[in-house]
């Protein structure tokens, strides 16, 4: 069945230090790929998506490229900050079936000042 | 206007009992997602309303387990006899549109505790 692997947390960084949280992906389909954002306290909310290969998906300076020949949705940041803390989750929804999102483990990332 | 609400934030109930979880969607939104978020992992899928039919329910863990939604409004998810593994904090999720790039939004969750 289709599967998502994202890259285990915590992870730590400094304050304006580039991000890169790995994910892949395996699907019989075409799915739309999405990043989620939990901070703390407060519930799931969508970072950003891409609907097809080659697409970026980019909000609040994150980025994402929908890439199929890797079957990688990679989320990068070029400068994060304290704010930035939270879990971040990679899931996929499949074209088929009820459209349910697939989910990775979620990484956390902790923002050092 | 209003999110995603869901009730109560928190649950403790002894094993074996039964409990009530409630998740009112965002108005309008005719398609209605239940999730199992357990300690360290990522999301599992529960069940899934199309306004108030559920077409798909085998995500659901056990016969314990059941779901309804009202008027394409309301929804709850109750589990009877409670066991120690059904501890996890279960999210209901809403969007306007079933197709596989919708946003889904999501309520802050039940946080259950069995002891």
């Known amino acids: 069945g289709d599967s998502v692997t994202q890259m285990e947390g915590p992870v730590t960084l400094s304050e304006e230090a580039f991000l890169t949280i790995n994910c892949t992906y395996t699907?019989?389909?075409?799915?739309?790929l999405f990043w989620y954002v939990q901070y703390p306290g407060e519930g799931l909310q969508l970072l950003l998506k891409?609907?097809?290969a080659d697409d970026k998906g980019s909000n609040k300076g994150f980025e994402a490229t929908y890439r199929k020949e890797t079957t990688s949705f990679h989320l990068e940041k070029g400068s994060v900050q304290v704010s930035d803390s939270a879990v971040y989750f990679c899931?996929?929804?499949?074209?088929?079936?009820?459209?349910?999102?697939?989910w990775g483990a979620g990484t956390k990332l902790i923002i050092k000042p | 206007g209003a999110g995603v609400s869901q009730s109560p934030s928190n649950k403790v109930t002894e094993k074996g009992k039964d409990v009530e979880l409630r998740c009112d969607p965002i108005s309008g939104h005719t398609a209605l997602y239940w999730y199992r978020q357990s300690l360290g992992q990522g999301l599992e899928f529960l069940i899934y309303f199309q306004g108030n039919s559920a077409p798909d329910k085998s995500g659901l863990p056990s016969d314990r387990f059941s779901a309804e939604r009202t008027g394409g409004s309301v929804s709850t998810l109750t589990i009877q006899r409670t066991q120690q593994e059904d501890s996890a904090v279960y999210l209901c999720a809403s969007s306007p549109l079933r197709t596989p790039s919708s946003e889904a939004f999501f309520g802050q969750g039940t946080r259950l505790t069995v002891v």
């Open positions: 899931a996929l929804s499949d074209r088929e079936g009820n459209y349910q999102l697939i």
């Open positions: 699907a019989t389909g075409y799915p739309s």
């Open positions: 891409a609907t097809k």
